[in-house]
T-cell receptor
Framework: KQEVTQIPAALSVPEGENLVLNCSFT??????LQWFRQDPGKGLTSLLL?????REQTSGRLNASLDKSSGRSTLYIAASQPGDSATYLC??????????FGTGTKLQVIP | DAGITQSPRHKVTETGTPVTLRCHQT?????MYWYRQDPGHGLRLIHY???????DKGEVSDGYSVSRSKTEDFLLTLESATSSQTSVYFC??????????????FGEGSRLTVL
């Protein structure tokens, strides 16, 4: 059974800092990995999708990497802003529409 | 933003009553999903659909049924609501062509409270 872990559960950083969020998974037989952000009381917003054949994806200040063999992904946020404050979730896709979500890292960026 | 609308957004009901949540998409995506999100459990798949009248169970399907009579609409029904079904329910869509799920896009959620 796939298990997805995100550590730390919460993170507080000053504005402008570069930061890394971690996601680890137990079964390396994945099709893709997706990063989301979720604001309080809202749905999940897709940030980046990395296919299993890819090593990284970039969108603006965000960069996500994937190392299937070690079961790890990182989300790098450059020059953090208060508007980046949210919960960040990673999700790993296996076969048969099976997607396993982590429980998230709650990020607070302090002005 | 992906065109996904969930209704109702909030509902309070009593134990034993039937409840139907609706998900409507304007993207014409083949796959639609219902998830529930609970503290300590994260998101868990209830049911999904891969086409009109084609549905399958997820990991927490007991007590739930679904229907998809049109590409754009996916209904989740709780035949007899219980307090354990108090949760936030999310609809998601994907343009996946089969096999593994593709990029997922989520609705805003429906908060259900069962008293």
């Amino acid at each position: 059974k796939q298990e997805v872990t995100q550590i730390p559960a919460a993170l507080s950083v000053p504005e402008g800092e570069n930061l890394v969020l971690n996601c680890s998974f137990t079964d390396s037989a994945i099709y893709n990995l997706q990063w989301f952000r979720q604001d309080p009381g809202k749905g999940l917003t897709s940030l980046l999708l990395i296919q299993s054949s890819q090593r990284e994806q970039t969108s603006g200040r965000l960069n996500a990497s994937l190392d299937k063999s070690s079961g790890r992904s990182t989300l790098y946020i450059a020059a953090s802003q208060p508007g980046d404050s949210a919960t960040y979730l990673c999700a790993v896709s296996g076969g048969y529409q099976k997607v396993t979500f982590g429980t998230g890292t709650k990020l607070q960026v302090i002005p | 933003d992906a065109g996904i609308t969930q209704s109702p957004r909030h509902k309070v009901t009593e134990t034993g009553t039937p409840v139907t949540l609706r998900c409507h998409q304007t993207e014409n995506h083949r796959y639609m999903y219902w998830y529930r999100q609970d503290p300590g459990h994260g998101l868990r798949l209830i049911h999904y659909s891969y086409g009109v009248k084609d549905t399958d169970k997820g990991e927490v399907s007991d007590g739930y049924s679904v229907s998809r009579s049109k590409t754009e609409d996916f209904l989740l029904t709780l035949e007899s609501a219980t307090s354990s079904q108090t949760s936030v329910y999310f609809c998601a869509i994907s343009a996946s062509s089969g096999g593994a799920a593709g990029e997922l896009f989520f609705g805003e959620g429906s908060r259900l409270t069962v008293l």
